[in-house]
T-cell receptor
Framework: RKEVEQDPGPFNVPEGATVAFNCTYS??????FFWYRQDCRKEPKLLMS???SGNEDGRFTAQLNRASQYISLLIRDSKLSDSATYLC????????FGQGTTLQVKP | DGGITQSPKYLFRKEGQNVTLSCEQN?????MYWYRQDPGQGLRLIYY???????QKGDIAEGYSVSREKKESFPLTVTSAQKNPTAFYLC?????????????FGPGTRLLVL
């Protein structure tokens, strides 16, 4: 079993749609959690950290469920510019990256 | 402008050749990292360094070597022992390697084997 698992997609959605990504992790001692965004042929960039209480940044909401060992990312009112690959990242003492979920937002 | 730079953007390697990828940061970060990304896979840690003159192997260190003689610089050498070097190589840095802080990435180097 992979340490961090994501559905690779692609998720194809129309503009304005709401889309959710899930990510599961295997190490129950994981310390912190992040979502990174990676555009095609570019480096990953931090989108947001994920806190136990859940957190929101504009159209983006991240949630953590430690009991079930998964984190989620919700994107509301999708924009064309949201098209990218979203990487789930878990800190176990070192960062473990998921393979990413690809989102394609279409007009 | 503070940030991480990597060079070259593209690098071609011949069979049996060693090549070195450059990574420089002016963020005054103590920790630096090298990752490899293959299509459809997550980033995999090659080497990391938490302080000058010290570095540790990551999950896939075989066929690679690093040095950390200066805080700002963490070059990666891909040796001829690395049999499948074609990949996207990403360098990252963080304030230190002990906490839960964010890692910041350079723009990457694409290595191709001729």
């Amino acid at each position: 079993r992979k340490e961090v698992e994501q559905d690779p997609g692609p998720f194809n959605v129309p503009e304005g749609a709401t889309v959710a990504f899930n990510c599961t992790y295997s190490n129950s001692a994981s310390q912190s959690f992040f979502w990174y965004r990676q555009d095609c042929r570019k480096e990953p960039k931090l989108l947001m950290s994920v806190y136990s209480s859940g957190n929101e940044d504009g159209r983006f909401t991240a949630q953590l469920n430690r009991a079930s060992q998964y984190i989620s990312l919700l994107i509301r009112d999708s924009k064309l510019s949201d098209s990218a690959t979203y990487l789930c990242v878990v800190n176990t003492g070192k960062l473990i990256f998921g393979q990413g979920t690809t989102l394609q937002v279409k007009p | 402008d503070g940030g991480i730079t990597q060079s070259p953007k593209y690098l071609f390697r011949k069979e049996g050749q060693n090549v070195t990828l450059s990574c420089e940061q002016n963020l005054n970060h103590d920790a630096m990292y090298w990752y490899r990304q293959d299509p459809g896979q997550g980033l995999r840690l090659i080497y990391y360094s938490q302080i000058v003159n010290d570095f540790q192997k990551g999950d896939i260190a075989e066929g690679y070597s690093v040095s950390r003689e200066k805080k700002e610089s963490f070059p990666l050498t891909v040796t001829s022992a690395q049999k499948n070097p074609t990949a996207f190589y990403l360098c990252a840095s963080s304030v230190d390697g002990w906490g839960q802080e964010t890692q910041y990435f350079g723009p990457g180097t694409r290595l191709l084997v001729l």
